[in-house]
């Protein structure tokens, strides 16, 4: 509850604070120092009993320890993101303290979908977490791409949204309940399955599919990226993409028990097989490494979704591990792409010889994406595949799919090293837009040094699971 | 199961069916014969949009102030909030002085909102 | 009445919202659509929410408040439509004032 609460607190006093303050400097202080508090607060929430005790809200909202530490690496990377890219918020446009507010309120969202107990919040937490997005995809008004992708986006949304709402008015008419447990306890008597409940089933599914855009539900995927301002952009990819996927798990694991059967993995692993080619194969020939990391989120979701096709305590950690790991990772990328001219693969030549420190994080993110060892994107990887082989081992073609894709994702993500080192610059145009800050690589560097350290020893994340 | 039984034999929508195809080819075919059998005499005065006897004037589509559309906006957000109240209304009695305080802090968020806007200067007619 | 005709009713609303947003370029009339679809959901809510009370009625559950709960959703539903209304609506109108067009057939900038 910390983060739900909380956050949307801070939400309206981030909207109150550009009323009052002119500074934009000012205003990404008091944004921090929210963000720090609001992960504070989580952390409190992880360790002990919550600060508001609301009995009332059990049937709505129930926090599991799971949830919790999910929260608290949600906020974690949102303060990484609020540090490391504060400054080019402030350059998309004019109003900085309503991009925040808006941000605080998606945290909220993710905080409800993180805990829903109920359909009618998961409905909640969905609309809570995309609306605020729609907003700030168009936020460079003057912009056409930005509209665009705005535009689209909002018509997409809203379309999955009513999709959803469909699957879960046919699970009620077959139930007679929103409450999760309910639905569980009932779906276990009712074999075979109702007709109508399948069917609100197979419409949440691809609604939910449509939400972590996962293929063949991903097409709008790459041009909302594209379009959106690249900061936010790295938002939407990263603690958004996230929180989706655990409210896919959370609402599968509990109500659809008894539909685990040999079909839903069928199904599900037809879903993950078409995400990772996808996501892999069109991100080989994109030339601007914005859309190239559009597509290959598309791929990282295909490993997320393991989760879903496994639903075993193997899932669950490998979430926590690669939900942190790539968020950083995909943060500290865009950190630096949405400073810099040339969005293109050509943009990053020979950053190493004038800026060695951030090259260095760069190549530490990029090996934590494509999957290296000793880096936290390979245990999530390895845990992710490692879960679906636990859960069933018969489909040995689909782990098999994974790990080339992963082969393949190392030639596009490994452009940008060989860009980086191995690339004269031609033109004389300086690499960043803005002059970066003294503070800036020392940052990313702390940044990938975490996602070493959550490679090495990623017991230092899991414990928490088992408090 | 209950939901989706009792379905009636299709041979009883027999009537509604004809009685569409009916509808249907009736309509098609009248508006076919005064295609076809009616005068035409095109007179620019015809052709004009009907404003009820007055003479037009300009385009209907003429783009209008941003601050209406501001200010239709705002007020569907706020009228629809107003949904809330139907069952708080409904158990006002039941839910005693914990719903009361329940509420005021709902209203005090819509206040939050509406200081904002007008803060915001969303509510301005005149530049 | 049976709930058949509700389902029915409402299935072929939402169909027509859905073949609506699949094959209409004008971004205003797809966003009609898309309302359509939410109100079809509404409906449907609201009858099951009847139905459901019978049924508890029926079983012997005297002042029971079976299916209410379809019923507050609508509201929820109502207030979120509203809400989307206005984000949606405000960037029509932001396209509109850029490129003085709401046909989405313009919106392939991003295709290249």
């Known amino acids: 509850m910390n983060l ?45 009993k919550s600060w508001f005790n609301i009995p009332q809200a059990e049937a709505m909202l129930r926090t599991s320890v799971y949830g919790k530490l999910i ?38 969202g993710a905080g409800i979908l993180l805990s829903f107990q109920n359909l009618l919040m998961l409905f909640l937490g969905v609309e809570i977490l995309t609306i605020p997005l729609f907003i700030l995809t168009g936020a460079q008004k003057q912009n056409l791409k930005s509209n665009e992708a705005s535009l689209k986006y909002f018509l997409m949304g809203a379309f999955s949204t009513g999709i959803m709402l469909m699957g879960i008015v046919l699970i009620y008419g077959a139930m007679g309940s929103f409450d999760l447990s309910v639905i569980g306890k009932k779906a276990q008597f009712a074999t075979p399955i109702h007709g109508a409940n399948l069917m609100g089933l197979l419409l949440l599914l691809a609604s939910m599919a449509f939400k972590v855009s996962a293929a063949p539900f991903h097409f709008w995927t790459p041009d909302v990226y594209d379009g959106a301002p690249t900061v936010f952009t790295s938002f939407m990819a990263t603690i958004v993409k996230v ?33 990772l080619l996808v996501g892999n194969i069109t991100a080989v020939f994109q030339q601007s490494v914005k859309r190239m990391l559009a597509y290959s989120s598309i791929s990282q979701a295909g490993y997320m979704l393991f989760a879903v096709f496994a639903f075993n305590a193997f899932g669950k950690e490998g979430i926590t591990i690669y939900g942190l790991s790539y968020s950083l990772a995909t943060i500290g990328i865009f950190s630096v792409l949405s400073k810099m001219q040339d969005i293109t693969f050509d943009g990053f030549n020979g950053l190493a010889r004038q800026y060695p420190g951030i090259a260095f994080a760069l190549t530490v993110f990029v090996l934590s ?29 689909l782990f098999i799919l994974a790990i080339l894709c992963a ?31 003294k503070a800036f690589p020392i940052l990313l560097i702390v940044v990938a040094a975490l996602i070493i350290l959550i490679g090495i020893n990623p017991q230092i994340l899991l414990q928490y699971l088992y408090f | 199961m209950y939901l989706l039984d ?54 209907a589509r003429q783009p209008m102030a941003i601050k209406y559309f501001l200010v239709a906006i705002l007020f569907v957000l706020f009228d629809v909030e107003v949904i809330f109240f139907y069952p708080y209304a409904l158990n006002f009695k039941s839910l005693g002085w914990e719903g009361f305080a329940a509420v005021c802090m709902f209203v005090t968020f819509f206040f939050a909102g509406f200081f904002y806007i007008y803060k915001k200067g969303a509510l301005k007619w005149e530049d | 009445m049976p709930i058949n005709y509700y389902i029915f009713l409402a299935i072929i609303l939402f169909c027509i919202g859905v073949t609506g947003v699949l094959t209409r370029r004008n971004a205003i ?36 408040t079976a299916g209410i709960e379809a019923q507050l959703f609508v509201f929820f539903i109502m207030v979120v439509a509203a809400a989307e209304v206005a984000v949606g609506l405000a960037i029509i109108v932001m396209m509109y004032r850029n490129t003085h067009s709401v046909d989405i057939n ?5 295709k290249n």
């Open chain 2, 6 to 59: 009792a379905l009636s034999t299709p041979a009883q929508y027999l009537p509604i069916a004809i009685q569409f195809a009916f509808g249907v080819l009736f309509v098609a075919g009248m508006i076919a014969i005064s295609h076809f059998l009616g005068p035409k005499r095109n007179t620019s005065d015809k052709l004009d949009t009907f404003e009820s006897g007055i003479e037009q004037i300009g385009n």
């Open chain 1, 369 to 397: 994406l494509a999957g290296i060892p000793l880096t936290g994107g390979f245990l999530g990887k390895f845990y992710m595949i490692s879960a679906g082989a636990a859960s069933n081992s018969s489909y040995t073609w």
């Open chain 1, 4 to 48: 739900i609460i909380i956050s949307a607190l801070s939400g309206v006093v981030m909207m109150f604070s550009g009323l009052f303050v002119k500074n934009n400097r000012t205003i990404s202080y008091i944004a921090t120092a929210l963000i720090i508090f609001l992960s504070l607060a989580t952390m409190c929430e992880l360790g002990a």
């Open chain 1, 407 to 437: 082969a393949v994702s190392v030639y596009y993500y490994f452009r940008i090293i060989q860009a980086m080192y191995f690339k004269e610059r031609v033109s004389d145009t300086p690499v960043f837009e803005v002059p970066v800050s």
């Open chain 3, 106 to 110: 313009f919106l392939n900038r991003l």
């Open chain 3, 29 to 64: 009339i797809i966003f009609m659509c898309i309302e359509l679809m939410l109100n079809s959901v509404n409906l449907l809510l609201v009858a099951f929410s009847k139905m459901h009370h019978a049924r508890a009625l029926a079983a012997g559950a005297a002042n029971t």
């Open chain 1, 71 to 108: 929260g608290v690496i949600l906020t974690i990377a949102t303060t990484f993101y609020f540090v490391l890219s504060g400054k080019d918020i402030e350059r998309v446009g004019k109003h900085v303290a309503d991009y925040y507010a808006l941000m605080f309120f998606v945290l909220a």
């Open chain 1, 243 to 275: 929180a989706a996927v655990v409210a896919f798990i959370r609402l599968f694991e509990g109500s659809m028990e008894p539909f685990h059967t040999s079909k839903w993995q069928i199904l599900v692993s037809i879903l993950i097989a078409c995400t």
